[in-house]
């Protein structure tokens, strides 16, 4: 199937969750786009859509990918959709989930997403309080995207 992965960033770090979700689903027999969620202009070529964004300050998903929610709204409504966060900057994504924020819940609402994930994030350079590491968990992101592959195949 051909599935689009999109994806709001600030710091990198989605990106790279992006691209392991794209290798993946690749591996799994799909052909794969992963795109700057800014940068989509229109999602007609795709079957099915992935969007991944950034969490900021407790109550913020990068803006890109609010943006994107915004622009292909119906079109998103026509196919089937999964979003995914990142990302908590300890383990708890990996131990347990952690569902949508608010304006994400709102999000999949929108576009009748048929599920969501948290990932773990990523910080480069310390940020006040903040601790560095990366979080990013490449077999969690494998799992989802096996998941997400076996819901596209009994389509
Ligand atoms: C100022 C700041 C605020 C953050 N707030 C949250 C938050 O509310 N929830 C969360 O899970 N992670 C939070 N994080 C962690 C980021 O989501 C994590 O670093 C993520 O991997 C960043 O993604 P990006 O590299 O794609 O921008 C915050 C990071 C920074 C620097």
Redesign the pocket.
Known sequence: MRVLVA???????????AEMVGSDLEDLGHTVDVLSAEDVKNIDGYEAVILGG???????W?KDARAFVKRHKSALRQRPVWLF?????DDSATEKE?PP?KSVKRAMEQVGARGHV?F????EEK??N?PVGDW?NPEHVRRWAEQVSAELAAN
């Open positions: 994806y709001g960033t600030k710091m990198g770090g989605t990106q790279g969750l950034a969490l900021y300050y407790f109550i913020s990068h966060s990142s990302g908590p900057l952690i924020i948290t773990g994030g990523r910080l940020q006040g903040l990013r």
